[in-house]
C-alpha cells in the first residue's frame, strides 16, 4: 500500500531550502494578518454607531467602545511583530537545536529522580516543550503585565492583583506539566509505534482526550482558578430551572463564578457529559442583567445543546485533525527538513510536527475562515432558539447590554471579522432577530 510519505517523497530533496519556505509563510501570515487588523483599524475609528442601534448606544459609549478596540487592535499589532522577531530569530540563530541539546542536557541532570523507564527521546521531548513554554512565558511576561495592568486596567476590566495574576502563570504551568506530560507522550508514542499509519489511532486518542477533559475540566481545573458558588434560591434560579425542566435540558447543577475577582467582562456557559450538565453564570452577569435578560442567554445556550452543535464542532475538529494528520504523514520521515533546521543525526517527532505546522500555515489559514463561518452559522441558529422560545426581546437587550459593558466592538470590517470573530457582530445579531430599537438602555440616560 503506497502512503503519502511515499507519495510525496519528492518532498524529501536536499535541495529544498525548508528555512526559506518557512520564514516566507511566517512572514505572509503576519503580512495578511497585519492587513487584516489595519482594515479594522480604519472601521475603529468611525465617529458614529451603526445606525441599527443608534438610538441604543449613546455617543460617549461607542466613543469609549471605539478607543477601546483601538487600543486592543494596536496592541495585537505590535504583541504579532514582537512573535515575528521571536520566529524569526529562532530560525536565524538555530535556536530549536539548542533548546533541544538544552533539554537533554537537564533530562541528564534530573536523571536520578526520574523513574526508570522514562529517559528516552519522549521524555526528552517533554522537557523541550516545558522548557520552551517557560522561556516562552518569561519573555512575555513585559507583553501579559502591559495587557492586564495597562490596558484593560485603562478601561476599569482588570481587577486581579499582580500577586493573583502570578499565582495563574504559576498555576497554569504546572497544570500544563502534570496533565499535559501523559498526552504529549501519549501523542508521541503512538507515532512512534505506528509510523505513518498512525492517523486513525491518533484520532482516537485525541478525541478520548477532549472527552475526559470535558469532564475533569469544570470539576477539577477550573475550581482552581475560581470559586463556583451554588446559585442561591430565588427568581432567577427558578426561572432557569423552569426553562431547563421545558427544554428537557439535562441540568445537574447551577454555579456563579467570580470572575469579577478577575475582569468585570461577562459572560455565561454550560459544560457537562450529554447526560449531565452545569450551567456556570459570571457574577458579573447577573449584576448588569434582569432576571429575563439572564435566562434569555441560557436559552441561546441550551439552543446550541438542542441543536447538537457541540457534537457538530467535535466531527469538523476531527476531520480537520484528519486533513492535518494526514498532510503531516507525508512529512513524517523527510530527512531534508530536518537537516535544514540542524537536526542531522536525529530526527524528534515532536520537532518535525512543530516544523510541519509552520508549513501547514497557509492552509490553517483557509480553514479558519471556514471554521468561523460555521460557529457563526451556530451562533445565529441559538439566538432563533431563543427567539422561538420566546426571549427575543429579552436577548436582544441582554446582548446590548453584554455588549456596551464588555465595550464590544459595534461594527467590524467584513474580512477582518471573517478571520477573527466566532460570534456575528452585535448588529447582525439585533437583525436577524428583528429587534426594533424603541429607547436607550437606562444605563446610558
Known amino acids: 500500500m503506497i502512503s503519502l510519505a511515499d507519495t510525496f517523497s519528492f518532498l524529501d530533496n536536499p535541495n529544498i531550502n525548508w528555512k526559506s519556505i518557512i520564514v516566507g509563510f511566517t512572514v505572509g501570515q503576519y503580512l495578511f494578518e497585519s492587513y487584516l487588523e489595519l482594515r479594522q483599524y480604519k472601521v475603529l475609528k468611525q465617529k458614529s454607531p451603526p445606525d441599527s442601534i443608534k438610538k441604543e448606544v449613546s455617543q460617549e459609549t461607542f466613543d469609549k467602545a471605539q478607543e477601546y478596540s483601538r487600543a486592543k487592535a494596536r496592541f495585537s499589532l505590535f504583541s504579532s511583530t514582537f512573535g515575528l522577531f521571536q520566529n524569526l530569530a529562532t530560525i536565524k540563530f538555530d535556536l530549536l537545536p539548542k533548546l533541544w541539546l538544552l533539554s537533554g542536557n537537564i533530562m541528564g541532570s534530573c536523571s536520578a529522580i526520574l523513574p526508570k523507564f522514562m529517559g528516552g527521546v519522549i521524555t526528552q521531548s517533554l522537557f523541550f516543550v516545558f522548557t520552551t513554554q517557560i522561556l516562552s512565558t518569561v519573555v512575555g511576561l513585559p507583553l501579559s ?9 485603562k478601561f476599569g476590566f482588570n481587577k486581579q492583583t499582580i500577586g493573583l495574576w502570578v499565582t495563574d502563570m504559576l498555576k497554569s504551568i504546572g497544570l500544563s506539566i502534570v496533565l499535559g506530560s501523559p498526552v504529549i507522550a501519549g501523542f508521541l508514542k503512538i507515532i512512534e509505534y505506528f509510523d505513518d499509519q498512525f492517523i486513525f489511532y491518533l484520532m482516537c486518542f485525541i478525541l478520548a482526550v477532549n472527552l475526559i477533559a470535558m469532564t475533569i475540566v469544570p470539576t477539577l481545573i477550573m475550581p482552581l482558578f475560581n470559586k463556583f ?15 431547563a425542566s421545558k427544554q428537557k435540558f439535562p441540568l445537574t447543577k447551577l454555579f456563579v463564578v467570580d470572575g469579577s475577582k478577575r475582569s468585570s467582562h461577562s459572560n455565561a456557559y454550560f459544560t457537562g457529559l450529554p447526560w449531565s450538565k452545569q450551567i ?16 434569555a442567554v441560557l436559552a441561546h445556550e441550551i439552543g446550541h445543546w438542542k441543536l447538537n452543535h457541540l457534537p457538530k464542532m467535535i466531527v469538523m475538529m476531527q476531520g480537520h485533525l484528519f486533513l492535518i494528520f494526514s498532510l503531516y504523514s507525508a512529512f513524517i520521515h523527510n530527512k531534508s527538513l530536518y537537516s535544514s533546521f540542524g537536526f542531522v543525526n536525529h530526527q524528534p517527532i515532536l520537532i518535525g510536527f512543530m516544523l510541519f505546522n509552520d508549513i501547514f500555515q497557509p492552509v490553517e489559514c483557509v480553514l479558519t475562515f471556514v471554521q468561523n463561518l460555521v460557529s457563526r452559522k451556530h ?48 448588529p447582525e445579531r439585533l437583525s436577524a432577530l428583528g429587534y426594533v430599537s424603541k429607547e436607550k438602555i437606562k444605563k446610558d440616560e
Open 379 to 426: 451562533e445565529y441558529e441559538a439566538d432563533e432558539y431563543a427567539n422561538n422560545c420566546g426571549y427575543s426581546e429579552e436577548l436582544c437587550r441582554s446582548l446590548l447590554k453584554l455588549s456596551k459593558e464588555n465595550l464590544s466592538s459595534m461594527n467590524a470590517d467584513w474580512l477582518f471579522s471573517s478571520f477573527h470573530y466566532s460570534h456575528p457582530i452585535l
Open 229 to 243: 458558588t451554588p446559585l442561591e434560591d430565588g427568581e432567577l434560579k427558578t426561572a432557569i430551572e423552569d426553562l
Open 280 to 295: 456556570v453564570l459570571f457574577d458579573t452577569l447577573i449584576e448588569h442583567n434582569t432576571t429575563e435578560e439572564t435566562v
Open 145 to 153: 503585565y502591559y495587557k492586564h495592568f495597562v490596558l484593560e486596567e
